[in-house]
């Protein structure tokens, strides 16, 4: 447990940390919030310091995921309402914002939530065709129509019903 | 953030710059694994760098039904090559599985010699933590499941369908924390040895299993779930009682459905949560037993229990009960100072519920499947139904009465079936009960649909009534919408139209209104999502 400062090992589970994002901006968590992330954790359990500077979260995402991490550690919330809250914090957000999400989540290790929002990114692409992913991922298709008809051709079983929607 | 970047080309001029690819690989595979094998292996004609993406993910699932084109055994041929061949490319690459999801299909012995030479590379070499076998069998067929499967240590999780345990010598299953066995046939000694020798163990479930006549769980130290399920049996001969024995003090759900015999005497299951019981026999002195026993218990529901007439349920605990499917009117008397909802659902309305508690915001939930009582001995049927809602009224009550239609049937005017007493019964002073929604399927045809509500609205104030609706089947879709749009025009035109009645002198208002809480504009395809609100005067 750290104790760097005069309040004693009793109150350290209402400490505060600061957080800086890579576009410097800092933000104040409580102690009990940051190390539900494994990462930050195992910061805080090596360094005295209390700031952490994160190089390569910005702060949208970094906010995102404090607000997160609050509502998991606050123990006044019920499993059913942090539940809900997870499914309301992926619904609508743009694939953009979930992939700096996952992103973020991986390097903190904040597995429930990574996991989430890795889900919520596949829902995406569920059901969909080829040429609609390519499209809205903006993927461009290096292959010759030779090379790609051979792909198809060697995992044939793959393509044999495709009644999916294209839009 | 948030806005779409173009596609870029990098300065090397061979590798676009897209919204997606550009992810670390594990990150890839995590999102991949979310997708049914089919679709993992579609990403592979994304783009280059997407070549071998889905065919090397942590996760390999299969089941025929992913294979639908050509003939039954032509199905087969190709599920098993396709999936020797996929296993080759992970043992070739030395990649490993987190997850094994295989539904085998069972044409002849080729699976059997298959899985034999599988199973133990996949459970030795590849690192597996979740495995899952079945097999599409006939009933009474099983297949010899290899015993190095409990030998695979990295294991914490195991589903098998339809499998065989013999001779299993060896369990080292160090870190299973969930198994779940359905249709399986094992011995009584076999599942001891396996619970006794999985210490990590939480989650058990034993669906329809045969092999045993009694099941004894009391090894392990971390179970918090048990469930067993015997009701693929439950038209068979009876003579067959199985016995459960559970002690296991750490256990928080327990799930039985169909068990003939539970010994549950004289065990104490302090942080027991969460009890299900369907089909089980119970005496009367079961609740007894609950009521001192389980402490901690927040979730009982009853199932088509039977073996009782009436229960005394005395609990501090207790925040949900259910009640459903009981075949004669029970009585019932429960004292539940922190209950949250009380459910109670079946074909008759209970002889008499008595409910004490302290509990200021509780909610109970009525659903009255049929009106077969009705039919017969309407003002006794309401009267039974308005001693229900009485003895709730404490709660925000709820009446669902999704009646089903009777179409071959001749179809006859409630008005005529209740008798004119009801408006006397009782000296003719009801006090009516406030039901905050109340639901009904209607009658058909609606002309006779006020003679019921006037007897419903003489013993209870609904404050919203809707319709329920069954809307599964599309041909049903455009009658039961015409049916709705029928039965709100009813309603509104009671008022007018049945000034007779002595409870319109209390109706002030009716009102409609939508009630789906999205906030979407009003649609006459959303009717649905349309009730009524009734201003009753206080």
Redesign the interface.
Known sequence: MVTTDEKGPLTAKKKSVIIRSCDGDEFLVSESAAVLSTSLKKILEEKEDRLIHLSDIDNKTLAMVIAYLSTHADDGLSDDLKRSFDQEFVSGKEFDVLKYLVLATDTLQVTCLCYTVAKKMADIMKNKLVEWVRREFDIQNDYTPEAEAEIRRLDAWAWDDRQLEDD | ???????QRGEDG?K?M????N??Q??LH??????S???A????????S??YLG?TRPNIEFCES????GRKKEKEE?FLS?LDKTLQGYHDQKLSIRKFVVEMPMVDSRPISFLEKWIPIVILDMGVKSFSLSFRLQESEYFDLPSIVFEAESLQELYLERCELNSIDNVMLKHLQTLCLQRVYITEETFEKILSSCPLIENVSLLGCKGFKSIKVNKPHNLNYFAFNDTYELYKKQDNVIRIEIDVQTIKTIRIVGCLNWIHHHIYFPHLSCLFLSRVSLSSESFGFFSCNFPSLENLTLHYCFGFKEFHLLSRSIKHLRVCGMKKPIKATVDAPNIRMFKYEGDNIPQSITFTTTSSEWKSNIILWSYSDFDYHASSWFHKLHELLMALSQSEISLKMPQERRRNQKIEDPLSLVPTDINNYGGGFYKPVVVENLSVRGYYPYSSFPGFLRCLFRICRPRYISQCLYLDAHSEWEREEKQLTEFLLVILLIKKNMRQYVWLQDLEEVSMEEFDENGQELHPLDMINVRLRLKWRE
Do not use: N, Y
């Open positions: 953030m948030g806005k779409k970047p173009a596609a061979s676009s897209d919204r997606i690819s992810l670390p594990p990150i995590h999102i991949l694994s979310f997708l094998q089919k679709e292996i579609q990403t592979c004609v994304l783009s280059k997407w070549r065919s992913h294979f639908r084109s190709t396709v």
